[in-house]
DNA sequence: TCCTCATAACTTTTT
DNA sequence: GTTATGAGGA
C-alpha cells in the first residue's frame, strides 16, 4: 500500500481535490493544458492504491483509442501489474464489446460487422431504392445525417416518422425502416447503433444492466462536452447507486456537435445528479502567458459560456506571429522555411512542430511546401488509410469471412478482381436468391454445388458468370474453414493468393508498388496483433480495425513535421503551432458562418488550436486561395481582430527572403496606432494608396465590415490585387 | 464484361 | 483538383 502523498505529489489543490474526491457524483471543468490526463491517471491510482478499490471494478471511458492508449501506459508505470484489469476504452469499443457478449438480447450474431460511413452510405442508397426514393431529391448523405442524428438522440424509425415535420424527413423515416432491415439481414451495425443499441441492451435487460453496473463501481468519462445523447443515457444507465462517477470536460472545446454530441450534457449532468460536486482546474501549465491571453480574449467572443479564469505562472515567452501571405503556395512556402529557421537557428526539432488546418484538403500544398524544401512530414488523416481501395478490398473479404451474411461486404468484393460478374450478371443473381427466399451467400455455395454435381437449378446467368460464382463461393468457403484455425497473418495471405487479389494489385498500372506497401502495413498491424493473440482473434481484429481512428496511430517523431487538422489536434501539444487559413470561409469554415451557434463553434476550434501551442504560434493567411480548380480572394479570419494586438508582432512576406527587415516593433505600434474603430483615414474607391510594403495603389472597393474597413487596392508593383484590413495595413494616402 | 474517357458535382470537421 | 457516374468501344 501506498500512503497518499506520493500519488498527490506534485499537484495543485484543485488537482488533489479531485484526486481525492472519490465517492459521489463529481464534475471536473478542465481548462486546456491544466493537467487533465494527469488527474484522471492519479485518481485511478488513488482508487487503486490508496482507497483499495480493485481495478476490475474501474472503468474509463475517452474519446479516442489514442487517449485511451495514453491513459493505459501512464497507468501502467503508476499501478504496474493491476494495470490490465482496468476497463479503459472508447464508448464505441466498450458497447462493441458488450454486445459482442449480450447481442442476442437484441438479435444480434456474436460475429456482426461493423460498417463504417461508406459501407453505411452504400446501405442507405440500396434503401432508397426500396423505399422507391429518388436519390436526385434525396440526396444520400443527407439523409445518412438524419438518420444518424435520429439515432444519437435513440430515436427509431417509427419515432422519426411521428416526429417528422417535413416531407424530406418522413422520407428519411421510410428510407430508415428499410436501412434497419438490411443491417438485421446483413448482421451488421453501424456506429451509431454500437451506442444506441448498447443503451438498448442496458434498458431492456435487468440482469445485464445488473451485471455491468456491479462490476463497475467507479466510471470516468473524459472529453465529456463531446458525448451525444446516447452516450449519456450510457454512462446514466452504468451508473450504479453508488453514483461514484466522476466526468470530465470543458465547455470551450466542444467542437462535435455536428456530430451530435451536446454541451448541454454537462449542465444535464448536474441536474441529473444534485450532489454533484464541482471542481475548476484554471491553472495552465502548457503555454505561454502570450499565447493564453490570446487564446482566452479570443474565446471571451463566445456568448454561451460557462464562467472560467483561466491563469498561467508561465512567463510571456514571444509574441504571437501574424503572416500574410499572397496565396497558398506562398503561405506553405513560408510555414516550412520557417519551421527550418526554428530548427536551424534556435535549435527546435521538427517534430516540435505541427502545422494545423480546418480542412484536409489544405494539406496539399504543405506537402508540396515539404517536399520541395526537403522536409519530413507526418500527414494524420487525409484519406483515410482505411478508406483506401486495396484495404477495403481486403478487409471487405475478412469481413465476409467472418460473417457470411454480410451482403454488402459480399457483393463489394465478387467481382474482386474482375473475375467475369459484371453488374447485369449480378443482378440476375440476387433476384434469383430473393426468389428461392435465400441469402446471398446460400445461393452462392447452392450454385458452387450444382456445379459439382451438374444440377441444373442455377440462375438464368451465362455459364462463364455461374462458373465463376460457383469458384468463387469455393474461395470463401475454403477459407471460412482456414479462419477457425490459422492466425490472422496468414488469413490475410491465403485471402490475398486465393482471390487473386495479390496479382491484381501489383500487375495494376496504378501504383502498385504504394497499394502493396499498404496492404503490407496491414499486415504488420495484423502481425502485432496475432502475438498478443486473444482467444477471440479474427472478431476482435475486425473489431478494432473498424473503430480505430488515424490519429490513433499517430505517434512522435523527432524529425518530422505534423500536419494535422484542427479537429484531430485536441488532446495534443507541441511546443511550436502554426495555424494556416485564418480566413473567412475557411475559419469560421462557411457553412457555420450563418448560424450564430455553429460560429461559435468554429470559434472554439480555433482556441483548441491556439491553446496547442507550448511556446510558439503562428497565424497565417492568404490573401487569394485556390477554391475547386480556380481561385479567388480572401478576407482575412474574424478571429484575427479578436486577439488583443499588443500580442501580435506582423511579419511582412519579405522577411523570408534575402530583402531588408523591417522591425516588427515598429510595424506593431504602428497597427495600435491604426487600431481604433473609426480609421485613422477615410479612403474610397479611386484613391490613390501608398503601402509601406506593396507600394503605390488604386482604391478599387472599400467595404464597412464589423469594427474596421476592408479595402481592394491595385498595387502597380508586382504583388497586383489585394485585399487589406484597414486598421492593420499600413497606409497613407496620396494627395495630388 | 471490362476498360477508357468525358462530365458533373462536390469538399468541413470523424468515432 | 478531386472522385463518382455513365456512355461507348474492344
Redesign the pocket.
Known amino acids: 500500500m501506498t500512503t497518499s502523498l506520493d500519488i498527490l505529489e506534485g499537484l495543485n489543490l484543485p488537482q488533489q481535490e479531485a484526486v481525492q474526491t472519490t465517492n459521489g457524483p463529481l464534475l471536473i471543468i478542465a481548462g486546456p493544458g491544466s493537467g487533465k490526463t494527469r488527474v484522471i491517471t492519479h485518481r485511478i491510482a488513488y482508487l487503486i492504491r490508496v482507497c483499495g478499490v480493485n481495478p476490475h471494478q474501474i472503468a474509463a471511458v475517452t ?3 489514442k487517449a485511451a492508449r495514453e491513459m493505459r501506459d501512464r497507468l501502467q508505470f503508476m499501478v504496474t501489474r493491476d494495470s490490465d484489469s482496468l476497463t479503459v476504452g ?4 466498450f458497447c462493441a464489446a458488450m454486445l459482442r457478449r449480450n447481442g442476442n438480447f437484441l438479435g444480434l450474431k456474436s460475429n456482426y460487422s461493423i460498417y ?3 459501407d ?1 452510405l452504400n446501405l442507405i ?1 440500396r434503401s432508397l431504392e426500396l423505399s422507391e426514393l429518388d ?1 436526385k431529391s434525396h ?3 443527407a439523409v445518412q ?1 438524419v438518420i ?1 442524428k435520429a439515432k444519437s438522440s435513440m430515436v427509431d424509425a417509427l419515432g422519426l416518422s411521428q416526429r417528422a415535420e417535413t416531407y424530406f424527413e418522413e422520407s428519411c423515416a421510410r428510407v430508415y425502416y428499410h436501412y434497419e432491415e438490411l443491417l438485421a439481414q446483413n448482421n451488421a451495425v453501424d ?2 447503433d454500437l ?1 444506441m443499441k448498447g443503451v438498448q441492451l442496458l434498458q431492456g435487460s435487468e440482469e445485464v444492466r445488473d451485471r455491468y453496473r456491479n462490476q463497475y463501481k467507479y466510471l470516468m468519462v473524459d472529453e465529456f462536452q463531446d458525448t451525444n445523447t446516447s452516450q449519456y443515457l450510457l454512462t446514466k444507465l452504468l451508473t450504479g447507486e453508488a453514483q461514484n462517477i466522476c466526468v470530465v470536460g470543458d465547455p470551450d472545446q466542444s ?2 456537435s ?2 451530435n454530441a451536446d454541451i448541454r450534457n454537462i449542465l444535464s449532468f448536474q441536474q441529473d445528479y444534485p450532489s454533484t460536486k464541482t471542481i475548476a482546474l484554471e491553472q495552465n501549465y502548457r503555454s505561454t502567458s502570450t499565447i493564453l491571453e490570446a487564446a482566452k480574449s479570443l474565446i471571451s467572443s463566445n456568448g454561451m459560456r460557462l464562467r472560467k479564469d483561466l491563469f498561467t505562472e508561465n512567463d510571456a515567452g514571444d509574441p504571437i506571429t501574424v503572416h500574410e501571405a499572397y496565396d497558398e503556395q506562398e503561405e506553405a512556402g513560408f510555414v516550412i522555411s520557417k519551421i527550418k529557421d526554428l530548427r536551424n537557428k534556435q535549435s527546435f526539432k521538427l517534430g516540435e512542430c505541427a502545422v494545423m488546418y ?5 494539406s ?1 500544398a504543405l506537402e508540396e511546401a515539404c517536399i520541395q524544401q526537403g522536409i519530413q512530414y507526418r500527414l ?2 487525409g ?2 488509410f482505411y478508406q483506401r481501395r486495396e484495404i477495403k478490398d481486403l478487409m471487405g473479404y475478412m469481413h465476409l469471412i467472418h460473417n457470411p451474411q454480410d451482403e454488402v461486404n459480399l457483393t463489394r468484393v465478387i ?1 474482386v ?10 443482378k ?1 443473381f440476387i433476384n434469383w436468391c430473393r426468389n428461392n427466399k435465400i441469402s446471398l451467400y446460400e445461393g452462392i455455395q447452392r450454385t458452387y454445388e450444382s456445379k459439382i454435381s451438374g444440377s441444373q437449378d442455377t440462375p438464368a ?2 455459364n ?2 455461374v462458373s ?1 460464382i460457383g469458384n468463387f463461393g469455393e474461395i470463401i468457403q475454403s477459407l471460412v474453414t482456414l479462419s477457425h484455425r490459422v492466425p490472422i497473418t496468414e488469413l490475410i495471405d491465403q485471402v490475398l493468393e486465393q482471390s487473386g487479389l495479390r496479382q491484381s494489385i501489383q500487375n495494376s ?1 496504378d501504383n502498385p508498388t504504394e497499394r502493396w506497401e499498404n496492404i503490407r502495413e496491414l499486415k504488420e498491424t495484423a502481425r502485432e496483433f496475432d502475438s498478443e493473440t486473444p482467444p477471440d482473434g479474427l472478431s476482435s481484429f475486425l473489431e478494432r480495425l473498424a ?6 496511430s499517430y505517434e512522435d517523431s523527432e524529425d518530422s513535421i505534423t500536419l ?5 489536434a485536441k488532446g495534443l501539444e507541441f511546443p511550436v503551432v502554426f495555424i494556416v487559413g485564418m480566413e473567412e470561409g475557411l475559419l469560421p ?1 462557411s ?2 458562418m450563418e448560424n450564430e451557434l ?1 460560429l461559435e ?2 470559434r472554439r ?1 480555433c482556441y483548441v488550436g491556439f491553446t496547442r501551442a507550448e511556446r510558439r504560434l503562428y497565424l497565417l493567411r492568404a490573401f487569394r486561395r ?5 481561385s479567388g480572394p480572401t478576407m482575412a479570419s474574424r478571429f484575427l481582430r479578436e486577439i488583443p494586438s499588443s500580442l501580435v508582432t506582423s511579419e511582412s512576406r519579405q522577411l523570408t527572403s534575402d530583402q531588408p527587415k523591417i522591425s516588427s516593433h515598429i510595424k506593431r505600434s504602428e497597427a495600435e496606432q491604426l487600431k481604433p474603430q473609426a480609421p485613422r483615414i477615410a479612403l474610397g474607391t479611386g484613391d490613390e494608396v501608398r503601402h509601406s510594403i506593396f507600394g503605390e495603389g488604386v482604391v478599387l472597393e472599400c467595404r464597412q465590415t464589423n469594427e474596421d474597413h476592408e479595402v481592394t487596392i491595385q498595387f502597380s508593383s508586382e504583388v497586383g490585387l489585394k485585399r487589406l484590413l484597414l486598421s492593420f495595413a499600413p497606409l497613407e494616402k496620396v494627395s495630388h
Do not use: C
Open positions: 474519446f479516442t483509442n472508447t464508448f464505441h469499443s463504417d460511413s461508406d453505411q442508397k436519390p440526396p444520400p448523405r445525417s444518424s456506429f451509431d451506442l467542437i462535435y455536428w456530430r480546418r480542412i484536409n484538403a489544405q496539399r494524420v488523416g484519406v483515410r467481382n478482381p474482375p473475375r467475369g460478374i459484371g453488374a447485369k450478371s449480378l440476375d446467368i451465362s462463364r458468370a465463376s498500372d473503430l480505430v481512428a488515424e490519429v490513433d494535422i487538422t484542427l479537429h484531430q469554415h457553412r457555420s455553429e463553434e468554429e476550434l485556390g477554391f475547386m480548380g480556380s
